[in-house]
Nanobody
Framework: QVQLVESGGGLVQPGGSLRLSCAVS????????MGWYRQAPGKERELVAV????????NYADHVKGRFAISRDNTKNAVLLQMNSLKSEDTAVYYC????????????WGQGSQVTVSS
């Protein structure tokens, strides 16, 4: 069965760092475009970072660019999100996302991991 399991979230002070991990089972993550989304209470889910399936090209939302870094650990079939210089507005549930255009197109979501940035 396909699973995307996030870990590494928690409470951190402003200016601190966290690393999220998305462990993938049921498919090979390196063959999928992988991304991280986040959703704060009362707000829309938004794309944070994405990494391509082939050449590891990355893209970031403007408000995290320079602070966050997405990467792959293919030996663990996982995708990581390193988050530095965290701000209170980064507080959200962070979701791992996988996509292939195939054909057929397939999309998978993780269950989410809470990140809270507060003093």
């Amino acid at each position: 069965q396909v699973q995307l399991v996030e870990s590494g979230g928690g409470l951190v002070q402003p200016g601190g760092s966290l690393r999220l991990s998305c462990a993938v089972s049921g498919f090979t993550a390196s063959t999928y475009t992988m991304g991280w989304y986040r959703q704060a209470p009362g707000k829309e889910r938004e794309l944070v970072a994405v990494i391509s399936s082939s050449d590891a090209v990355t893209n970031y939302a403007d408000h995290v660019k320079g602070r966050f870094a997405i990467s792959r650990d293919n030996t663990k079939n996982a995708v990581l999100l390193q988050m530095n210089s965290l701000k209170s507005e980064d507080t959200a549930v962070y979701y791992c996302h996988a996509m292939t255009r195939g054909p057929p197109m397939r999309v998978y979501w993780g269950q989410g991991s809470q990140v809270t940035v507060s003093s």
